[in-house]
């Protein structure tokens, strides 16, 4: 049977615009890979009466109801009380959320660890339903049927939300579904995306299943293959030829299959290559490098560090960037780059460097060099190789896609490919 | 008098999950600025009935409808097709919208140029429209009135749809508005929450206008005050006595009124204290602190650059660490949190130097700290202060919150609060 859900978040800081409503987008996604189709996403305020009219006509057309934010002591349980009240609930006591809330209270207040009658509340549920227990934050949410309809419950932020999503509101949800979506992405770096879908525009209109959809994202393209089956391992079937004919047509271009980013496929690579470390000298990236690849757990085991040489003197002084071609070619050069990532690798002792140096803007530099100009260098035992960029967009974006060139140079060294 | 839109987002990729909808937050806090008031968001895939049945809806409750997204070719325009359908309109053809577009595709193409008769159909508008123009993509928006109620158009794209607005809806929506919203929001670093809102929920509660609304992200809070009055000017003045008091209660917790981050607030504190310069040894945060103060333009006259020292060996020779301290207290210790910042100032020759070491996650280090543990140190001519810190949450916020204690240091120094 298959099921149509409604997403609606409770939150006046929504109608603001204070936040954007990202858990719509990681419930959506969640939802689209268990086959569950979504027409529509509502957002209300902190308002009982249009709640309840979003809930009426949200029965009308959807058999699965999920809520996100309203619940806890700020808004007096607003969700809990309304749907409670829609669908004909009583909300009885829970003893098993309020001893966890008393737990989480006292981690996070270990001089007092006291709650409040206000927080009590929250541990009041509509009858008979199942407890989504609340390991991440104090507002337990939970599931109940009634009318026909699956209600769950979830809370607004989003660091609360995603985990009780895929801890306890994706295992209830996967009771009730047969059938499957299957999904892959393919990532690309190094084509722009007018180019990719120029090249695939007349056979994304004739796939229906599996379906591929282009998304962009500063400077890269994603790929996504999507196929409905019976089962997974259907869906997935289906895919595998699409998969394998989109291969071959952007060869090398195809930096991973489902992975998180460029620069995680760097420090897989550089973890399979035992022994093999990076580090990384940055001028218009600032850190930006050594950050990405930080973000990922286990970087330690192959990044050493790296210099954020934001001035010609930490260039010269620390960086034993010759102060002649500072002099002659500027801080923004092929030369300097190159000295840069020469210099990084030296300092660190690191197999492989990368470096960047460039204008990000919103000004030209003293040398005139125009916004966007960005000259990334990688440099290993013997050698190393300067790739010029021409980036577009604003600072952020410059810096991201410069950032990117890198990895994509130590990704295309480490897997043999030309630079 | 006193309007109120509502805004519905056509788009299956919205359903999917692909995207968030960004458009709706841009939106709403553009007509919250105008004082009308959003109570509903809707979010519909790319399907006439469903987009119909959103749109009567929305006419019961709204008397502004602005639409984002499902305009173009690759949607048969279903956006105006339905509303113009819905509100009885026909479409006719614009001349000059076909003229932009022309302009546009010789501009995106020089080599052909040439547009398809799929471009021409974006050319119709709604009879009796107020054609909004697109400068930034190809469809053009549009706003009409029929029964009652404002319809606007708007691309989907945030790119196109961000400057459409500004520069074609508000001008069009500020005809129909007296009275106007101003707020104004006080950034606080140093207090949990929890604690935040304790202290203020009474008085929250008890507030009209200006109302009085707590945000939480990552280590901060933010309080906004928001007060609605005939004028911009009325409505602060509304403002300014809460705004007093709560500067009052938080004392120098408030790192700013209105601005954008803790550090653009030290960036500019050292722009003014002409010659004060900076740069950051970083372990655990791993570039972070650099990414942070560069991601802002203007960075390069105060921020001399900085250490990613990822190993022991970079935190000796390059920060010149002691090895005995390494040795003795550990990479994660107070003394070569002190050291690392004293090392990198002399390094780089910057005034001021932060460091950061700690235990990021996901697991404890060699030495059995904790997850969450960092030292943040600011070392100055002839002093440094080192301060113990136990960030809870996963490693993105663990190096956040240590990043943003390290410019809490910077901005404490430089405006001479206690350490």
Redesign the interface.
Known sequence: MSHTAELIAVG???????????D?????????ALGIN????????D?PQ?LR??VE?AKG?ADIIITTGGLGP?CDDLTKNVLAECFGKKLVYNEEAARRMEAYFRK??PDTGKMTENNYQQAYLPEGCVPFQNDWGTAPGCAFEAEGVHVLMLPGPP?ECSPMLRHRAIPYLSQLTDGAIASRSLRLFGMGESSVESLLRDRMNAMTNPTL?P?AKEGEVEL?LTAKAGSEAAALALIAPAEAELKEQFGDKVYGVDVPSLEWVCLELLKKKKGLTLS?A?SCT??????R???L?G??AV?????????N??KE??LKVPAGLLEEFGAVSEPVARAMAQGVRA???SDLALSATGVA???RDDRDNPVGLVYVALAWEGGEHVRTVHAAGG??RI?TVAASHGFDLVRRYLEGLPL
């Open positions: 006046t800081e929504l109608l603001l615009g204070s936040i954007a409503n990202t719509a987008q990681t419930i959506s996604k969640a939802l689209s979504v027409y529509f996403h509502t957002v209300v305020g308002n249009r009219r979003a006509i057309r700020t996070l207040h660091s959809a998304y996504r990384a940055e600032g850190g930006l490098m050594a950050k690849i930080t973000d757990p970087a330690s990044f050493k560090g790296g210099v954020v040489s934001y001035t003197e930490v002084n620390v300092l660190t002792g803007g919103p000004d600072r952020s810096r």
